[in-house]
Nanobody
Framework: QLQLVESGGGLVQPGGSLRLSCAAS????????IGWFRQAPGKEREGIVC????????YYVDSVKGRFTISRDNAKNTVYLQMNSLRPSDTAVYSC?????????????????WGQGTQVTVSS
């Protein structure tokens, strides 16, 4: 009954913005490190950003640093990914994941729960 559900994906033009949501149910994300991952057709899953529980510190890979922002709203039990200055190379299925008792990591195997993913397509 522990679930993560992503939403907010869609089609956007290059240079545009999109905000993804990751809503948790059955548990409180306060105690979980949350990561965002993406996978494009024919490519391996790539970790792009994570946020720690507690102090809320974050880590971004260079390809999204300065363009993407991760944040928490604990009252809504939701994590967001604000995506600005989008590029065609950002096109992928984006998934959120939660890990208990870990610090920020982009290693998928460290996470316990995964959402179903939401498609982001950046194209003119």
């Amino acid at each position: 009954q522990l679930q993560l559900v992503e939403s907010g994906g869609g089609l956007v033009q290059p240079g545009g913005s999109l905000r993804l949501s990751c809503a948790a149910s059955g548990f409180s994300l306060d105690y979980y490190t949350i990561g965002w991952f993406r996978q494009a057709p024919g490519k391996e899953r790539e970790g792009i950003v994570c946020i720690n529980s507690g102090d809320g510190t974050t880590y971004y890979v260079d390809s999204v640093k300065g363009r993407f922002t991760i944040s928490r709203d604990n009252a809504k039990n939701t994590v967001y990914l604000q995506m600005n200055s989008l590029r065609p190379s950002d096109t992928a299925v984006y998934s959120c994941a939660a890990g208990f008792g870990i610090r920020c990591t982009l290693v998928p195997a460290r996470y316990d729960y995964w959402g179903q993913g939401t498609q982001v397509t950046v194209s003119s």
